[in-house]
């Protein structure tokens, strides 16, 4: 990598404490001093807690207080939108900005539970971790498909930042930024944004990429394989991975091996921040509307630095613009999932779309 190529642009927040304790980062420009005087006093704290369920031997976190959590408010309501009373961004305007979760389901701070009664025998956990909210931008109709490139190479730069930081704190293990997009993946809330979790434990999934990577798979070896590269760029590749599960998969892979995004140089920051755009300009195009989906931001959780590449995975949740990709029964009951088109089939489909 040439030396210009190597450039990195350090990027950090300007930090708020809210008056309910909760951590509130400003990244980029802003507008105005941020002020909660309805949060002023506020002292409720409820906690979330882990059991261990032994047929699929995998923690799951209860968090019975984010029943009444925020629900699909209207427009003129919305909690992320500048100047809304009572909202979470008290600001005029603003580029990116970061909190934690009012209705969150990991808390840093979160006790050991008690045991279940009638079935002490059972494991049980404190369900430590953190969970944030990620802010795009201050515009109520902002996509990741429709936000300049400056912004989504700060958001790159933010996400880094955050997995960083969250990962400098003893107790967390592996972090997972992540944005449901569209209803049909499950958002209640319609302002561009997405969720950062960090884990005071490593979640299955992310342990058994961590395993694979540690045993030698070499993910970046596949921006090189051109029957499934869809988008290419010098730095970073935009492609469909051969073993799919859901139809019409693309991933955002550097081609070099880095294990979070705040070690990408600004080359590979904007490379990757094309292709954010790329891949929802794409699915909306192939699809002839909106897509839903699911973004899972991926990068090396904590002793796996050396090993585990930082890659984004996008999951749509269509296979063609009348039907969805619904999760069947022999894919929740069995892991077994069921995919109508093959890889390579689908890369060439995305490979004629104009975008």
């Known amino acids: ?24 980062y400003l990244y980029g420009d802003f507008e105005g001093a941020p002020e909660w005087p309805w949060l002023e006093g506020s002292t409720d704290r409820s906690f979330s807690h882990r059991r261990w369920h032994a047929l699929r031997r995998e923690w799951v976190v209860y968090s019975a207080h984010r029943q009444s959590r925020t629900y699909k408010p209207p427009a003129d309501f919305c909690p992320f939108c500048p100047g809304v009373a009572n909202g979470e961004v008290p600001l005029k305007d603003f580029s990116i900005a970061v909190f934690d979760n ?6 840093k701070d979160a006790p050991q539970p008690a045991p279940i009664t009638g079935l002490e025998d059972l494991p049980v956990a404190s369900a430590v971790g953190n969970c944030e909210v990620i802010i795009y931008s201050s515009d109520h109709k902002a996509s990741m498909a429709s936000l300049p490139l400056a912004r989504r190479e700060l958001l790159v730069r933010a996400w880094g930042d955050r997995i960083r930081s969250l990962l400098d704190i003893p107790e967390m293990q592996a972090v997972l930024p992540f944005e449901n997009r569209g209803e049909e993946a499950g958002v209640t809330l319609h302002h561009p944004h997405g969720q950062i979790y960090a884990f005071s434990y490593l979640p299955p999934v992310i342990n058994a990429m961590a395993q694979s990577f540690k045993e030698g798979f070499d993910l970046c070896a596949l921006t090189g394989k051109k029957d499934y590269v869809v988008a290419d760029a010098e730095h970073a590749a935009m492609l469909v991975p051969p073993f799919t599960r859901f139809p019409y998969e693309l991933w955002v892979v550097p081609k070099r091996r880095c294990p979070s995004p705040d070690k990408l140089s600004d080359a590979e920051v904007r490379d990757v921040a094309e292709l954010l755009a790329r891949a929802a300009n794409t699915y909306d195009a192939f699809f002839g509307r909106t897509c839903p989906y699911v973004m899972l931001v991926y990068a090396a959780p904590k002793g796996f630095e050396d090993v585990f590449p930082f890659h984004i995975q996008f999951q749509p949740l269509l296979r063609s613009p009348t039907k969805m990709k619904f999760v069947a029964g022999v894919e929740v009951g069995a892991g077994s999932f069921l995919v109508d088109i093959l890889p390579e089939t689908a890369a060439q489909h995305l490979r004629e779309v104009e975008v």
């Not at 009012?102 to 808390?107: H, M, V």
Request: proline share 10%; charged share 25%.
């Open 1 to 24: 990598m040439s030396g210009q190529d190597s450039q990195k642009t350090p990027v950090k927040p300007t930090t708020f404490r809210m008056p309910d304790g909760r951590s509130f």
């Open 102 to 107: 009012r209705f969150s389901s990991l808390q």
